[in-house]
Nanobody
Framework: QVQLVESGGGLVQAGGSLRLSCAAS????????MAWFRQAPGKERDFVAG????????YYADSVKGRFTISRDNAKNTVYLQMNSLHSEDTAVYYC?????????????????WGKGTLVTVSS
């Protein structure tokens, strides 16, 4: 069982930055691939960024490439999402998720555990 708790969301102006954190419980964090998804009001939950169990591989949605960076610290059981050059279109609830086995397409249905989300609001 893995419990995930996101933090770091808030209100930011367009062009600004935020760093999200996701703290995981349990001693098996390093066995999981981790990902960030987001869901805007009235829309489906979409993949944002993913990272392999050892951080060796990272994946990004086209909409965030070059602006967002995912990283992890297995010693701290934490995964991060650094978000720069934020747009109003980035406004959403951001969710952290974990998967024992991942597909590079990062389907939400393939994730094993989810956090409750943190709201990011970008004002234009």
């Amino acid at each position: 069982q893995v419990q995930l708790v996101e933090s770091g969301g808030g209100l930011v102006q367009a062009g600004g930055s935020l760093r999200l954190s996701c703290a995981a419980s349990g001693r098996t964090f390093s066995s999981y691939a981790m990902a960030w998804f987001r869901q805007a009001p009235g829309k489906e939950r979409d993949f944002v960024a993913g990272i392999s169990w050892n951080g060796g591989r990272t994946y990004y949605a086209d909409s965030v490439k070059g602006r967002f960076t995912i990283s992890r610290d297995n010693a701290k059981n934490t995964v991060y999402l650094q978000m720069n050059s934020l747009h109003s279109e980035d406004t959403a609830v951001y969710y952290c998720a974990a998967a024992r086995v991942y597909d590079s397409r990062w389907f939400p249905g393939d994730m094993d555990y989810w956090g409750k989300g943190t709201l990011v609001t970008v004002s234009s």
